[in-house]
């Protein structure tokens, strides 16, 4: 999974390319041709799935391979709990309306986002009532498994969600890694946040870096904004 993130990662996000392209190298290292060979076709695989039917589909083989850590109480939402939730928060999309209208997009923080199913269930719910989530919401997805949190980055980035995909502790506010979807980085996202921010300072959004090669910069840890919508 961190191969896979990593793959998508380095073909927009320039200002960490270097280094997750040594991390890359490092991890196949340790495994033979055949296996490696098998990575682009569960890749394949994954975005045929998506493509068919937008779920959680890397959380619910997760939990299936029993790859979870039940001692640390991680245990994935169903996707169907999700979509229920997600129902309830947007309804008929009105109150969302009135956040595109105002600011001319949401955005939704996920303090514990597994592997993102709730954020998928989300966007769902937005496309189903007519609002366009790829250009119409930012998500900040923040877990304190990378594992997780590679898998949220893979699933978000081949639905095209904008998003940053934090590496963290919601709690205790520590931060280690940061993943820019290719949505985000694409859309221009940094300038729509940092936009946002500055035309409602009182209202703090996470900007991530403009990607430009050469200059090193460090993201701003993202704080909850006032107009978003959130899960919890």
Not at 27 to 39: A, F
Not at 40 to 64: H, K, R, Y
Not at 67 to 90: K, S, Y
Not at 192 to 218: D, I, M, N, Y
């Amino acid at each position: 999974m961190e191969a896979m993130a990593i793959s998508m990662a380095n073909a927009v996000d320039l200002t960490q390319r270097e280094e997750r392209e040594a991390r890359y190298l490092k991890i196949v290292g340790r495994y033979d041709r055949q296996t490696i060979d098998t990575w682009p076709q569960i890749l394949a695989e994954v975005a045929l799935a998506l493509e068919e039917s937008p779920t959680d589909i890397l959380g619910a083989v997760f939990g299936m391979l029993e790859l979870h850590n039940a001692d640390r109480g991680q245990f994935f939402t169903p996707f169907e709990v999700c979509r229920l939730m997600a129902g309830v928060l947007i309804g008929n999309g009105g109150d969302a309306r009135g956040i595109i209208e105002q600011s001319g997009f949401v955005t939704v923080q996920e303090p514990a986002c597994g592997a993102g199913a709730m954020v998928i269930a989300l966007a769902e719910a937005l496309r189903d009532t007519g609002i366009n989530y790829q250009q119409h919401m930012h998500v900040t997805a923040i877990d304190v498994d990378p594992r997780a949190a590679h898998m949220a980055f893979v699933q978000f980035s081949l639905l095209h969600i904008p998003a940053t995909v934090i590496v963290g502790n919601s709690l205790t506010l520590e931060t280690r890694e940061y993943w820019f979807t290719p949505a985000h980085i694409l859309g221009g996202w940094s300038r729509k946040l940092a936009a946002s921010a500055a035309a409602a300072p009182e209202a703090s959004v996470p900007v991530a870096p403009v990607a430009t090669p050469g200059v090193p910069t460090q993201p701003v840890p993202a704080e909850r904004p006032l107009l978003q919508l959130s899960l919890f």
